[in-house]
């Protein structure tokens, strides 16, 4: 069976043949969805798979990481000077973040680095470049009475800088590491963390950034903390460990789904604090929706120590006291927008559900769109200044992915 026949990937306006298999360097593969998306095969050790994600695409590779160091300097807007002082932040981002990554993880980029001819010195500020650009996003999980069948339905939204154009390099990485858990992870080529992503466990993640006073970059970034969870984490708490005990860097919202257990958890985090919010047990608060076997997220908190250090949805470090979120645009619509949908569609959700609510919800910024409901997932990725959830949603069959052993290779 081959890998791209086994993928199973339909979009929504129904099936179309995946293409063939275009180039294969063991045990690495390369196959696409829909002629759009790549879907990079990584196996083997931290340093094999990164040689293999430079190996199988590595003109492409180079020109996304090119697109983001592009955008940097049109982001900086000071000819020279500015460029230079880009360059020095993330380079001192970097150097504090660097003593907190895993070892392995140094090791894939230095694969990368080696397979794609980068400096490596590139592709660290790429990697550091998500600590410093905040993104506000989206995300919910449904299960039980909540959803059509009973079946875990989680979505991600992620709402960054689509002017950045990273979209255009969106792939697939379907890895299967020498030690540790079996996973996807939808990203962008030359780039080894993870922004979105399910394991073979069923334990899906999404992030959702909520700018904070409480920050220190002396930490482990957000994707490398993600990567952990799905590498690492078997049930949830494991995940809530990984993020609860990790040296962080600033403030974000995590939301993990695991579809086995029909469990969800959402976390609040800043530099110094974690708050763990499970499923249906959640406190009330002022502005808090409640939906039945339902949790969702914007970038506001409910913890108290974790608002009261927000600047996120008109939070006020500076005054006594939880400011309210209303009025601000990600509560009214990322956060009590979505609540309202979820109760209006409440019984009825299901992968398609999740996507109109996904598209209604998604801003301008929206690059990425994702849909899990294990052993399936759906991706939309933004096209232009389009947003991704207006766009055509990829589905992808996990199962077969995580079946197939690459290192024993793949039968044609």
Not at 69 to 90: C, D, N, Q, S
Not at 171 to 198: C, D, E, M, Q, Y
Not at 319 to 324: A, M, V
Request: with cysteine; aromatic share 8%; net charge negative.
């Amino acid at each position: 069976m081959a890998a791209c026949a086994a993928l199973v990937m339909n979009g929504c306006a129904g099936p179309q043949e995946a293409k063939p298999i275009l180039k294969t360097i063991p045990p690495g593969e390369l196959s696409w969805i829909h002629e759009t998306i790549p879907v990079l095969f990584l196996s083997g050790s931290p340093y094999e798979m990164g040689y293999q994600h430079g190996s199988l695409m590595p003109r492409q590779v180079k020109a996304s990481v090119d697109n983001v160091m592009a955008f940097i300097k049109r982001e900086v807007g000071i000819p020279m000077m500015g460029t230079w002082l880009a360059y020095r932040k993330l380079d001192q981002t970097w150097a504090a973040m660097k003593p907190h990554v895993p070892a392995s993880f140094l090791e894939e980029m230095r694969g990368l680095a080696d397979a794609s001819g980068i400096p490596l010195k590139t592709l660290e500020r790429v990697h550091a470049l998500p600590e410093l650009m905040a993104t506000t996003c989206a995300a919910f999980a449904a299960f039980g009475r909540a959803t059509r069948d009973g079946r875990m339905v989680h979505i991600r939204n992620l709402d960054w800088a689509i002017q950045s154009d990273v979209q255009r390099y969106a792939a697939v990485f379907v890895h299967h590491p020498k030690n540790g858990k079996r996973f996807v992870s939808l990203g962008w080529l030359g780039f080894t963390g993870v922004i979105s992503g399910i394991n073979e466990e069923g334990i899906a993640v999404g992030e959702i950034g909520s700018e904070t006073v409480d920050q220190d970059m002396k930490g482990t970034p957000m994707p490398f903390l993600l990567r952990r969870v799905l590498q690492e984490s078997e049930e949830l708490e494991e995940a809530v460990e990984i993020i609860r005990t990790a040296e962080r860097t600033t403030g974000y919202n995590y939301l993990f789904s695991d579809a086995q257990t029909k469990r969800a958890v959402a976390l609040e985090t800043t530099k110094s604090h974690c708050a763990v919010f499970w499923i249906d047990q959640e406190p009330e608060a002022p502005y808090r929706i409640s939906v039945e076997n339902v949790i969702f997220r914007a970038d506001t908190a409910f913890d108290p120590q974790v608002r009261d250090l927000q600047t996120a949805s008109k939070g006020d470090p500076d005054k006594p006291g939880l400011e309210s979120p209303e009025g601000s645009g990600a509560y009214e619509t990322r956060y009590k927008g979505q609540g309202l949908l979820l109760r209006q569609f409440y019984g009825q959700v299901d992968p398609e559900i999740g996507m109109s609510i996904a598209r209604a919800i998604a801003p301008k910024s929206n690059v990425q769109s994702v849909v899990y409901a294990f052993p399936k997932l759906w991706v939309a990725n933004a096209r232009g200044r389009d947003p991704a959830a207006t766009q055509v949603y990829h589905e992808v069959d996990l199962a077969p992915l995580f079946q197939v052993s690459l290192e024993e290779g793949i039968d044609r």
